[in-house]
Protein backbone atom coordinates (compact mmCIF):
# COMPACT_ATOMS: atom_id res chain seq x y z
CA UNK A 1 0.00 0.00 0.00
CA UNK A 2 1.18 3.24 -0.92
CA UNK A 3 1.91 5.76 1.93
CA UNK A 4 3.12 9.29 1.43
CA UNK A 5 5.49 8.94 4.38
CA UNK A 6 7.26 6.60 2.04
CA UNK A 7 8.17 9.55 -0.02
CA UNK A 8 9.36 11.54 2.56
CA UNK A 9 11.73 9.02 4.60
CA UNK A 10 15.22 9.73 4.99
CA UNK A 11 17.23 7.68 2.56
CA UNK A 12 20.19 7.87 4.74
CA UNK A 13 21.42 6.92 8.02
CA UNK A 14 23.61 8.93 10.07
CA UNK A 15 25.35 8.02 13.17
CA UNK A 16 25.96 9.98 16.56
CA UNK A 17 28.61 7.53 16.87
CA UNK A 18 30.22 6.72 19.97
CA UNK A 19 32.34 3.94 21.10
CA UNK A 20 30.85 0.13 22.79
CA UNK A 21 33.81 -0.89 24.51
CA UNK A 22 34.12 -4.20 25.72
CA UNK A 23 36.12 -2.85 28.76
CA UNK A 24 38.83 -5.23 28.66
CA UNK A 25 42.17 -3.50 28.26
CA UNK A 26 46.01 -5.02 28.39
CA UNK A 27 49.04 -3.89 27.59
CA UNK A 28 50.21 -7.09 26.57
CA UNK A 29 48.67 -6.88 23.16
CA UNK A 30 50.92 -4.25 21.95
CA UNK A 31 54.01 -6.01 23.75
CA UNK A 32 53.05 -9.26 21.42
CA UNK A 33 53.15 -6.99 18.55
CA UNK A 34 56.55 -5.21 19.75
CA UNK A 35 58.06 -8.38 20.35
CA UNK A 36 57.01 -9.53 16.94
CA UNK A 37 58.60 -6.99 15.29
CA UNK A 38 61.99 -7.25 17.69
CA UNK A 39 62.04 -11.01 16.71
CA UNK A 40 61.46 -10.10 12.60
CA UNK A 41 64.72 -7.85 12.75
CA UNK A 42 66.40 -10.33 14.57
CA UNK A 43 65.99 -12.90 12.14
CA UNK A 44 66.52 -10.62 9.25
CA UNK A 45 69.64 -9.67 10.60
CA UNK A 46 70.46 -13.57 9.92
CA UNK A 47 68.99 -13.97 6.55
CA UNK A 48 69.62 -12.28 3.57
CA UNK A 49 67.32 -13.75 1.36
CA UNK A 50 65.72 -10.82 -0.46
CA UNK A 51 62.40 -12.71 -0.85
CA UNK A 52 62.60 -13.28 2.70
CA UNK A 53 63.48 -9.74 3.43
CA UNK A 54 60.19 -8.35 1.61
CA UNK A 55 58.34 -10.78 3.60
CA UNK A 56 60.12 -9.90 6.72
CA UNK A 57 59.93 -6.21 6.40
CA UNK A 58 56.16 -6.41 5.14
CA UNK A 59 55.19 -8.24 8.42
CA UNK A 60 57.08 -6.03 10.80
CA UNK A 61 55.28 -2.86 9.21
CA UNK A 62 51.76 -4.54 9.62
CA UNK A 63 52.73 -6.58 12.97
CA UNK A 64 53.72 -2.64 14.40
CA UNK A 65 50.68 -1.16 13.16
CA UNK A 66 48.51 -3.62 15.27
CA UNK A 67 50.97 -2.39 18.09
CA UNK A 68 50.22 1.02 17.69
CA UNK A 69 46.46 0.39 17.41
CA UNK A 70 46.52 -1.30 21.27
CA UNK A 71 48.56 1.67 22.42
CA UNK A 72 46.27 4.47 21.13
CA UNK A 73 42.85 2.17 22.49
CA UNK A 74 44.76 1.98 26.02
CA UNK A 75 45.34 5.82 25.68
CA UNK A 76 42.21 7.05 24.10
CA UNK A 77 39.69 4.21 26.01
CA UNK A 78 41.48 3.05 29.20
CA UNK A 79 43.41 6.04 31.02
CA UNK A 80 41.46 8.38 32.38
CA UNK A 81 41.94 12.21 33.08
CA UNK A 82 42.11 11.36 36.95
CA UNK A 83 45.04 9.19 35.86
CA UNK A 84 47.09 11.61 35.36
CA UNK A 85 47.32 12.16 39.50
CA UNK A 86 49.26 8.69 39.59
CA UNK A 87 50.85 8.94 35.97
CA UNK A 88 51.90 12.45 35.66
CA UNK A 89 54.14 11.73 32.60
CA UNK A 90 51.26 9.52 31.18
CA UNK A 91 50.68 11.62 27.87
CA UNK A 92 54.50 11.86 27.20
CA UNK A 93 55.02 8.18 27.55
CA UNK A 94 52.27 7.87 24.92
CA UNK A 95 53.34 10.09 22.46
CA UNK A 96 57.31 8.41 22.65
CA UNK A 97 55.70 5.14 22.60
CA UNK A 98 53.27 6.17 19.50
CA UNK A 99 56.70 8.00 17.90
CA UNK A 100 58.84 4.85 18.41
CA UNK A 101 56.59 2.38 16.64
CA UNK A 102 56.85 4.48 13.98
CA UNK A 103 60.79 4.59 13.97
CA UNK A 104 60.57 0.20 14.11
CA UNK A 105 58.26 0.49 11.34
CA UNK A 106 60.67 2.30 9.08
CA UNK A 107 64.09 0.64 11.23
CA UNK A 108 66.17 -2.67 10.72
CA UNK A 109 68.01 -1.74 14.11
CA UNK A 110 67.15 -4.34 16.88
CA UNK A 111 67.95 -1.00 19.54
CA UNK A 112 65.15 0.27 17.93
CA UNK A 113 62.20 -2.36 18.58
CA UNK A 114 64.15 -3.27 21.81
CA UNK A 115 63.76 0.60 23.37
CA UNK A 116 60.01 0.66 22.24
CA UNK A 117 59.82 -2.97 24.07
CA UNK A 118 61.04 -0.95 27.18
CA UNK A 119 58.26 1.78 26.82
CA UNK A 120 55.48 -0.66 26.71
CA UNK A 121 56.44 -2.17 29.84
CA UNK A 122 56.52 1.53 31.28
CA UNK A 123 52.70 1.90 30.00
CA UNK A 124 52.40 -2.04 31.49
CA UNK A 125 53.45 -0.25 35.21
CA UNK A 126 51.59 2.57 34.65
CA UNK A 127 48.18 0.52 33.68
CA UNK A 128 49.39 -1.99 36.81
CA UNK A 129 49.82 1.62 39.23
CA UNK A 130 46.17 2.34 38.23
CA UNK A 131 44.43 -1.04 38.71
CA UNK A 132 44.27 -1.99 34.91
CA UNK A 133 44.98 -5.46 35.90
CA UNK A 134 42.89 -5.84 38.59
CA UNK A 135 39.49 -3.68 36.28
CA UNK A 136 39.98 -4.65 33.12
CA UNK A 137 41.10 -8.19 32.84
CA UNK A 138 38.60 -11.78 33.16
CA UNK A 139 40.27 -13.51 35.77
CA UNK A 140 41.64 -16.90 34.75
CA UNK A 141 40.87 -20.70 35.59
CA UNK A 142 42.76 -21.47 39.15
CA UNK A 143 44.60 -25.01 39.02
CA UNK B 1 23.59 13.61 19.81
CA UNK B 2 20.51 14.17 22.43
CA UNK B 3 18.73 16.46 23.19
CA UNK B 4 19.50 18.45 20.03
CA UNK B 5 19.22 15.68 17.89
CA UNK B 6 16.87 11.90 19.06
CA UNK B 7 17.73 8.65 17.05
CA UNK B 8 15.14 8.21 14.46
CA UNK B 9 14.89 11.86 13.77
CA UNK B 10 14.20 13.20 10.13
CA UNK B 11 16.38 15.81 9.31
CA UNK B 12 17.44 18.34 6.26
CA UNK B 13 20.70 19.05 4.86
CA UNK B 14 22.01 21.73 3.47
CA UNK B 15 24.66 20.11 1.28
CA UNK B 16 25.64 23.26 -0.63
CA UNK B 17 27.74 24.29 2.17
CA UNK B 18 31.55 25.15 0.80
CA UNK B 19 32.90 25.99 3.79
CA UNK B 20 32.60 25.42 8.10
CA UNK B 21 29.49 26.94 9.33
CA UNK B 22 29.55 29.08 12.42
CA UNK B 23 30.62 27.59 16.17
CA UNK B 24 27.26 26.00 17.59
CA UNK B 25 26.13 24.51 14.21
CA UNK B 26 25.05 20.60 13.67
CA UNK B 27 27.27 19.34 10.69
CA UNK B 28 27.31 15.53 8.80
CA UNK B 29 30.45 14.60 7.85
CA UNK B 30 32.64 11.45 6.75
CA UNK B 31 34.69 10.72 9.31
CA UNK B 32 38.36 11.09 8.65
CA UNK B 33 39.12 7.55 10.25
CA UNK B 34 36.58 5.55 9.24
CA UNK B 35 34.53 6.94 6.48
CA UNK B 36 31.30 6.55 8.64
CA UNK B 37 28.89 8.82 8.11
CA UNK B 38 28.27 10.93 11.54
CA UNK B 39 26.50 13.81 13.01
CA UNK B 40 28.38 16.61 15.47
CA UNK B 41 28.49 19.55 16.32
CA UNK B 42 31.31 22.55 15.53
CA UNK B 43 33.06 23.29 18.23
CA UNK B 44 35.75 25.66 16.69
CA UNK B 45 35.88 26.65 13.25
CA UNK B 46 39.22 27.52 10.75
CA UNK B 47 41.52 29.53 12.83
CA UNK B 48 39.96 29.21 15.95
CA UNK B 49 42.07 28.14 18.85
CA UNK B 50 40.92 24.74 20.57
CA UNK B 51 42.17 24.14 24.24
CA UNK B 52 43.73 20.64 25.20
CA UNK B 53 44.71 18.91 28.16
CA UNK B 54 47.98 20.82 28.06
CA UNK B 55 48.45 23.48 25.91
CA UNK B 56 46.42 24.12 22.20
CA UNK B 57 46.62 24.02 18.50
CA UNK B 58 45.15 26.71 15.92
CA UNK B 59 43.11 24.91 13.32
CA UNK B 60 43.91 25.32 9.92
CA UNK B 61 42.14 27.68 7.35
CA UNK B 62 40.17 24.49 6.04
CA UNK B 63 39.64 23.09 9.58
CA UNK B 64 36.83 22.30 12.18
CA UNK B 65 36.77 20.74 15.90
CA UNK B 66 33.84 19.22 15.58
CA UNK B 67 32.14 17.45 19.43
CA UNK B 68 29.35 15.51 20.12
CA UNK B 69 26.94 16.90 22.55
CA UNK B 70 26.72 13.44 24.61
CA UNK B 71 28.08 13.89 27.85
CA UNK B 72 30.37 11.37 29.48
CA UNK B 73 27.92 10.42 32.56
CA UNK B 74 25.04 9.87 30.24
CA UNK B 75 26.76 7.67 27.73
CA UNK B 76 28.56 5.60 30.22
CA UNK B 77 24.61 5.46 31.84
CA UNK B 78 23.40 4.27 28.15
CA UNK B 79 26.29 1.86 28.04
CA UNK B 80 28.90 3.36 25.32
CA UNK B 81 31.93 4.60 25.57
CA UNK B 82 33.27 8.02 24.82
CA UNK B 83 32.05 9.57 21.57
CA UNK B 84 33.93 9.58 18.72
CA UNK B 85 34.61 12.86 17.47
CA UNK B 86 37.79 14.86 17.30
CA UNK B 87 38.87 14.29 20.65
CA UNK B 88 39.72 10.99 18.91
CA UNK B 89 40.02 12.22 15.10
CA UNK B 90 41.29 15.69 15.37
CA UNK B 91 40.39 18.74 13.26
CA UNK B 92 38.24 17.47 10.30
CA UNK B 93 39.19 18.97 6.80
CA UNK B 94 36.36 20.44 4.92
CA UNK B 95 36.12 17.68 2.72
CA UNK B 96 34.87 15.69 4.66
CA UNK B 97 32.29 18.09 5.47
CA UNK B 98 29.04 16.74 3.82
CA UNK B 99 26.21 19.16 5.06
CA UNK B 100 24.65 21.33 7.85
CA UNK B 101 21.35 19.89 9.61
CA UNK B 102 18.91 22.73 9.79
CA UNK B 103 15.42 21.51 9.79
CA UNK B 104 13.94 18.48 11.56
CA UNK B 105 10.71 17.61 9.86
CA UNK B 106 10.21 14.48 11.99
CA UNK B 107 8.66 13.30 14.42
CA UNK B 108 5.86 15.53 14.36
CA UNK B 109 5.92 17.05 17.86
CA UNK B 110 9.44 17.83 17.02
CA UNK B 111 9.54 19.43 13.98
CA UNK B 112 11.42 22.87 13.26
CA UNK B 113 14.72 24.29 12.95
CA UNK B 114 17.60 22.93 14.36
CA UNK B 115 19.29 25.66 16.50
CA UNK B 116 23.20 26.33 16.80
CA UNK B 117 24.26 25.02 20.36
CA UNK B 118 26.77 25.61 22.96
Known sequence: ?143 | MRPAIEPGDWLLLDPTTHRWPRRGAVVVIREPDSDVLAIKRVAAGPGERVALDEGHLVLGPDEAWLLSDAADAELIAAGLGRPVDSRRYGPVPLDCLVGRAWFRYAPLHRIGRIRPGR
Open chain 1, 1 to 143: MFRFSDILAPKTTVRAHCDLPCGVYDPEQARIEAESCYKIIEKMGQNSDPTFTARAIDIKEERADLAKHHLDVLWHDYFKPEHLEKVPNLHELFWNAAKQVSKVKASTDLADAKKLLDLIDEVDAAWRATGGAEKTRVARQTA
